[in-house]
């Protein structure tokens, strides 16, 4: 089965600076990676997501780049305020739907 | 966008006793729904996929005569705990796919069995 692994398990920025999440996985059949954002007490929001043939998406703020040979896409948050802080979840889905192990992000202000 | 609602977002239940939360896609229909369980600081996990019509597909080690699914629209699955106990206290979230792709979840149940 597939296997996504999330770097890092904590993050700390200062605000203003940017923050980087990287997701690898294993299943060459994953072809969709979504990235939600959770707050504390609340369901996973869908921030941004990108295909397998694209290799960049950027909303704003929020950018997220695909390697499809090397497996590994990440999350790129520029300008961080402290609004950003909460907890970050990337996927990626194929034949199935698989979530990393989230990264807790805290911008400090 | 494409909204997904749970009822209640917090439920505390006396054990012995069964609690229904429902996960609603307000503007879209879901073919597909999805019931997770999280642990405090922990990622979401996957406990059961519905789909309309049908019988749920649980993971394993997923108690399916406890956790009843229905799946009867395109729009509302319920969760029904069964014989809750204090070790089923946790958050619940569901969730409704989108062009069999791009998941969308609710906001959540937290049940407290006391």
């Given amino acids: ?103 807790s992000l805290t911008v400090i202000p | 966008g494409a909204v997904v609602s749970q009822h209640p977002s917090r439920v505390i239940c006396k054990s012995g006793t069964s609690v229904k939360i429902e996960c609603r896609s307000l503007d879209f229909q879901a073919t597909t729904m999805f019931w997770y369980r999280q642990f405090p600081k922990q990622s979401l996990m996957l406990m059961a996929t519905s789909n309309e019509g049908s019988k749920a597909t649980y993971e394993q080690g997923v108690e399916k005569d406890k956790f009843l699914i229905n799946h009867a629209s395109l729009t509302l699955s319920t969760l029904t705990v069964t014989s809750a106990h204090p070790e089923d206290s946790s958050f619940y979230i569901c969730s409704g796919d989108r062009r069999q792709e791009t998941q969308y979840f609710g906001p959540g149940t937290r049940l407290l069995v006391l």
């Fill in chain 1, 1 to 103: 089965g597939e296997n996504v692994e999330q770097h890092p398990s904590t993050l700390s920025v200062q605000e203003g600076d940017s923050a980087v999440i990287k997701c690898t996985y294993s299943d060459s059949a994953s072809n969709y990676f979504p990235w939600y954002k959770q707050e504390l007490g609340k369901g996973p929001q869908l921030i941004i997501d990108i295909r397998s043939n694209v290799g960049e998406k950027k909303d704003q703020r929020i950018a997220v780049t695909l390697n499809k040979t090397a497996k590994h896409f990440s999350l790129h948050i520029t300008e961080t305020q402290p609004e950003d802080s909460a907890v970050y979840f990337c996927a990626a889905s194929g034949n199935q739907f698989y979530f990393g192990t989230g990264t």
